[in-house]
């Protein structure tokens, strides 16, 4: 029997996602609906296989390799995982230069 762990967005990951649909919907409201379902869908996924995953180059490359992350079409679900939790951290367009990007957004994280 798999272990399924509980699911929490920490701010930032809920601004990043926010911020993603409200820029798209300026063109697209229904392209906008699309990419949020994909998103939550593939981030409700990770609580159920959390280290499927990859470490995050960027990140592992620094010596840190607790935060992983997944992919939907461009963007990047950044995510860590607790004892019984996982923890959303961040959503990121992969088309840019995101090391310094991530670096700050984890330091800064709540949850």
């Given at each position: 029997?798999?272990?399924?762990?509980?699911?929490?967005?920490?701010t930032?990951?809920?601004?990043?996602l926010?911020?993603?649909?409200?820029?798209?919907?300026?063109?697209?409201?229904?392209?906008?609906?699309d990419?949020?379902?994909?998103?939550?869908?593939?981030?409700?996924?990770?609580?159920?296989f959390?280290?499927?995953?990859?470490v995050?180059?960027?990140?592992?490359?620094?010596?840190?390799?607790?935060?992983?992350e997944?992919?939907?079409?461009?963007?990047?679900i950044?995510?860590?995982?607790?004892?019984?939790?996982?923890?959303?951290?961040?959503?990121?367009?992969?088309?840019?230069?995101?090391?310094?990007?991530?670096?700050?957004?984890?330091?800064?994280?709540?949850?």
């Amino acid at each position: 029997m798999s272990k399924t762990y509980n699911l929490k967005w920490t701010t930032n990951a809920k601004n990043d996602l926010l911020s993603i649909v409200a820029y798209i919907k300026i063109d697209s409201p229904s392209i906008a609906n699309d990419i949020y379902q994909k998103i939550k869908e593939k981030a409700n996924s990770s609580n159920f296989f959390p280290l499927k995953g990859r470490v995050v180059p960027e990140l592992q490359k620094e010596g840190i390799t607790f935060y992983r992350e997944i992919i939907t079409s461009s963007w990047r679900i950044i995510y860590k995982v607790g004892n019984d939790t996982v923890y959303i951290m961040a959503i990121l367009d992969s088309r840019q230069n995101v090391e310094e990007l991530l670096l700050q957004k984890l330091i800064k994280a709540k949850y």
